[in-house]
């Protein structure tokens, strides 16, 4: 059984956007945390650009099946969290440029 790491793990979350902005959720600094357990248990801590948000539910989900794709995963939990709440400032580098930031 092959390891899965946390680069794997993010590398799969940029395939995930949130619809109304097209930028990943990794570029978008929405990504709080990726915990990769020894056996291959991963846990997502992520945020969204605002609480009230209605696509929320539908982008952990995309987040929660991009990263099922992974060889060798035996669980994935994403968790939705508002603290520290999101901001501008959050975004990477390649976030910002898509952005023109």
Do not use: R
């Not at 680069?7 to 109304?20: M, Q, R, S, T, W």
């Not at 995309?62 to 501008?88: G, H, N, R």
Request: charged content about 25%.
């Amino acid at each position: 059984m092959a390891i899965v790491t946390k680069e794997a793990v993010l590398e799969k979350l940029k395939d995930v956007y949130d619809p109304e902005i097209p930028v990943n959720v990794v570029d978008l600094g929405l990504i709080y945390g990726v915990d990769v357990k020894e056996n291959n248990e991963v846990h997502v801590k992520m945020t969204l650009t605002a609480p009230g948000c209605g696509m929320g539910p539908y982008i952990a989900q995309q987040a929660e099946w991009a990263i099922s794709e992974i060889e060798d995963l035996e669980e994935v939990t994403v968790e939705v969290v508002f603290d520290p709440p999101w901001s501008p400032d959050m975004l990477t580098e390649d976030g910002k440029a898509l952005l023109g930031i």
